[in-house]
Structure formats: C-alpha cells, structure tokens
C-alpha cells in the first residue's frame, strides 16, 4: 500500500491565484481530513470527510473548498490564494469513523506571495 | 469543548525514561486520546491511543487515570532518533470526528 499520497510536494501561487490540492489513499478509509501547520505551530483541522459525499468543517475553513466523490480521494481547493495561506497542508485518514488513529501524508509546502 | 494542554519543551538524556504530560479537562465521555510524534519537514505519526487505564505497544505506555482528564505518554529508553515534537489529541465534538492538535511537546534527546 502506498498509504496516504499527496501532490504536488511544493507550489508557489501568486495572490489570487487558485489550485488544487490533491489527496489520496489506498487503505479504503472512510474517514479522511486536511490539516494546516503554521511554522512553530501545531495542526489545525481546515476540513474532513466521514465519506464520499460528505464533508464537514474544522476550525479553519475559510478560504477553502472540498468535495469527496469517491472513497480513495479528498482534494482541497484554494478559491483565491492570500499571503496567509502560507502553511504545509497535510492530509490524512482513519479507518474508524469516530477518534481512530489517522495516517498522514507526506504535506504540501505552499507558498502564496 | 475538549482542549488539550502539554508542556512546551522537555529535555532527556539517552537511556532515560520520558513521561510526558497532557491535561484534557472536557474530554467527551466516549473520546479517545491519541498520540502523535512529528519529525520536522514529515506528517505526524501515530504512536498510541487509548481510552482508559494503561495501554502498550512496542514504542510506548499511555496511562489514562479514572478520571481521564489527564494522560501520560512515557517512551521506555529514549535515544537520539526520538528526538521529536510530541502531540496529544482528543476531538472536539462528541462524534470524535472535529479535532484540534496543541502546539505539542517538543522533546528534546541529548547524548
């Protein structure tokens, strides 16, 4: 399994500017999340899905879409790029739909000038 | 709401036994605690969880007192590679689904 897959590794966005995030595991989770780290900070949960076709929002969603249309991938959409959203985004998943253990990504350095 | 409190940084020797503390004074009746370890530059990594009392695996202890608002994460023999940031984790809501990680415990190994 290659667990929990995310691309790109790096991206540079200019102000304004809109991307995708993509996300991806082959472990048939249910539960899947996308989390942002500051540096010096700890994760903040941005947005998490408990299955295809339903997502809910964590403590920063503002700035930021999701959709779940299948099992095995949860993309994040920044709608228009801000300095402040600079951040290393993690995605990650759990096979237990309630405080299971999640697995994490590798994280996207995203930078947004 | 369910938060967690840790002590910011700790330092040990090689060898050692390290306990490190997380205060969770809300945490939902049917919560799990959970237990991270980051290396800089990687995702965190799931160490342990539990729900009440004592629980072990081949890296660690977690002690859960009766009153679970509190846990204790101890690493047996710690040496250079664990060298790490350290987060404990319960959920916000009471599905066990929204969750907050603190700004961890970063432990510090010294040969």
């Known amino acids: 399994n290659a667990g929990v897959t995310q691309t790109p590794k790096f991206q540079v966005l200019k102000t304004g500017q809109s991307m995708t995030l993509q996300c991806a595991q082959d472990m048939n989770h249910e539960y899947m999340s996308w989390y942002r780290q500051d540096p010096g900070m700890g994760l903040r949960l941005i947005h998490y899905?408990?299955?295809?076709?339903?997502?809910d929002q964590g403590e920063v969603p503002n700035g930021y879409n999701v959709s779940r249309s299948t099992t095995e991938d949860f993309p994040l959409r920044l709608l228009s790029a801000a300095p402040s959203q600079t951040s290393v985004y993690f995605c990650?998943?759990?096979?237990?739909?309630?405080?299971?253990?999640?697995?994490f990504g590798p994280g996207t350095r995203l930078t947004v000038l | 709401l369910a938060k967690t409190t840790q002590p910011i940084s700790m330092d040990s020797y090689e060898g050692q036994e390290v306990n490190i503390t997380c205060s969770h004074n809300n945490i939902a009746t049917n919560d799990y605690i959970t237990w991270y370890q980051q290396f800089p530059s990687q995702g965190p990594r799931f160490i342990i969880q539990?729900?009440?009392t004592k629980v072990t695996n081949e890296v660690a202890s977690l002690f859960i007192p009766a009153d679970r608002k509190s846990s204790t994460l101890s690493l047996p023999r710690v040496s250079l590679s664990d060298t790490a940031v350290y987060y404990c984790?319960?959920?916000?809501?009471?599905?066990?689904?929204?969750?907050?990680f603190g700004p961890g415990t970063r432990l510090s190994v010294l040969p």
């Open positions: 539990g729900y009440k």
């Open positions: 990650a998943s759990s096979y237990a739909l309630a405080g299971g253990p999640q697995y």
């Open positions: 984790l319960v959920a916000l809501d009471n599905y066990g689904q929204n969750f907050v």
């Open positions: 899905s408990v299955g295809a076709g339903i997502t």
